[in-house]
């Protein structure tokens, strides 16, 4: 067993390779074998899995590479990071990869799936769409379609049969990588100085980049090691971050808010990991239906999802009232529509439930965070004071 500081060294390592050289030496191990570029948010991952692939997820650029190329692709008032994405594509970075799935995020993401397929990068390039209708027999079959089609993609390229036997198998290993970073993150709720934000982020995001086999064994390990008390509490804040589901934001900022007195006890840096609450049926004779089902039944919160019977706001609430939080930080990338419209009435809700709220925006390659430090140590100290 590696110790805990190994670990997390490799994890940094790991999640900022943005040539993804774990994942296409893993490729190049087995002709059969397939990488499929995703963008951030949830894609069922269990199916590419089944289909003898790895999904592998891309982040963005951040602050590790110059947009030079991407400026010219994209109009300079939206967000950074698919400037970043397609950056990395007209270079060497995702060489090797045999196909792209960019989720129903935003307009920004439905064009970056469109510059992919005129760039001819890959050998598929598909806008994954989500039901937004959330009847089973509507949006479920609906969504059902829509992995059929991503399995038929991998078929051309690989040949690869997608079993039901096969998506069991996957359905069960990223039920247990749930559980695992559940665990680990309620270890965190405990005793949040056991582990910091910034480690933990490094730690899923980590396993973005290699199979789900490997990520498992990894969390297994990081759990042993927590499971001990280590380190010292702070007088700190609780807070739960909202906003960043998407263009993520530089480690920079997150130690910042750490480091102005607050502990980020819950967040939506990594959501697409933890996108599915609970398990998934993972013995069943149809299980594309059970993913289906999964994703109506038991999706995650965020400003890319679209359920108006199950308002995001008081979602938010009871969020940080299982976490004790004391406030909540609104965290979203600058020119960010989803989030920044999805705003004020999260806020509202967060008014009307006494809970403390701040707010600011960030670029994935943003470099001075003194100003969001003070703003984040204010913030905390009104809560110690007169909170």
Not at 14 to 25: S, W
Not at 103 to 112: G, S, Y
Not at 372 to 383: N, R
């Amino acid at each position: 067993m590696k110790s805990l500081q190994q670990l997390l060294t490799e994890c940094e390592t790991l999640a900022f390779d943005l040539n993804f050289t774990r994942a296409k030496k893993w490729k190049a191990e087995d002709k059969s074998r397939i990488l499929v570029g995703y963008l951030p948010i949830y894609i069922p991952r269990e199916i590419i899995h089944a289909a003898n692939g790895m999904a592998v997820g891309i982040m963005g650029a951040g602050d590790r590479k110059q947009i030079i190329k991407g400026d010219a692709y994209y109009q300079s008032y939206i967000c950074h990071f698919p400037r970043g994405i397609i950056e990395m594509a007209l270079d060497t970075n995702l060489e090797e990869f045999d196909g792209f799935l960019f989720p129903a995020i935003c307009d920004c993401v439905r064009n970056l799936s469109g510059m992919f397929k005129l760039s001819k990068k890959g050998k598929f390039q598909r806008y994954f769409d989500y039901p937004q209708n959330f009847d089973p027999f509507i949006g479920g079959t609906f969504y059902t379609q829509e992995m059929e089609k991503v399995i038929d993609d991998m078929f051309k390229i690989n040949g690869v049969k997608v079993t039901a036997e096969g998506i069991n198998k996957a359905i069960k290993l990223y039920n247990i990588n749930r559980q695992l970073i559940e665990k680990i993150y309620n270890i965190r709720d405990e005793r949040p100085w056991q582990l910091s934000a910034v480690d933990m982020y490094h730690i899923l995001r980590a396993g973005l980049t290699i199979t789900v086999e490997e990520h498992n064994e990894i969390l297994e390990q990081v759990l042993h090691h927590i499971k001990e008390e280590r380190g010292e509490p702070m007088d700190n804040i609780r807070v739960v971050i909202s906003g960043s589901f998407c263009e993520q934001p530089p480690i920079g900022l997150i130690k910042s808010i750490e480091m102005a007195g607050c502990y980020i006890v819950e967040d939506d840096f990594m959501l697409g990991s933890r996108w599915i609450q609970g398990d998934i049926k993972d013995n069943t004779s149809n299980p594309l239906e059970a993913l289906g089902n999964a994703y109506i039944h038991q999706s995650t919160f965020s400003s890319a999802y679209y359920d108006v019977g199950n308002p995001k706001g008081k979602r938010l609430v009871d969020l940080a009232r299982k976490r004790k939080a004391d406030g909540v930080i609104f965290c979203a990338a600058s020119f960010c529509d989803p989030a920044l419209l999805d705003r004020p009435e999260m806020q509202k809700e967060c008014d009307h439930a006494g809970l403390p709220h701040i707010n600011f925006q960030f670029h994935e390659n943003t470099g001075q965070f003194k100003v969001i430090k003070e703003q984040a140590g204010t913030f905390s100290d009104s809560i110690k004071l007169w909170a």
